[in-house]
């Protein structure tokens, strides 16, 4: 079943997440969630990704390996 988490960003918006359950383990759901979130902030900065990365309050480079991770291209 697909369902969706809510969770506040850093500028007070709510924002909905997707995730699946059952969740098999909290590291998949950990890295669900922050996947989706990536996202939703990359979308947010029109794909800016020096934009995002300040805005998820990580360096650029720790965005991009997190890109990496979960097969993002924006």
Known sequence: ARNRALTRTRQDELIS???????????????????HYILHILDQNNGRKGM???????????????????????
């Not at 995002?52 to 309050?57: D, V």
């Open 17 to 35: 997440i997707p995730f699946t359950l059952p969740v098999p383990n909290l590291k998949e759901a950990v890295d669900d969630f922050e996947k």
């Open 52 to 74: 995002a990365a300040e805005a998820l309050g990580i360096d650029r480079k720790t965005l991009y390996l997190k890109m990496k991770k979960y097969g993002l291209a924006f």
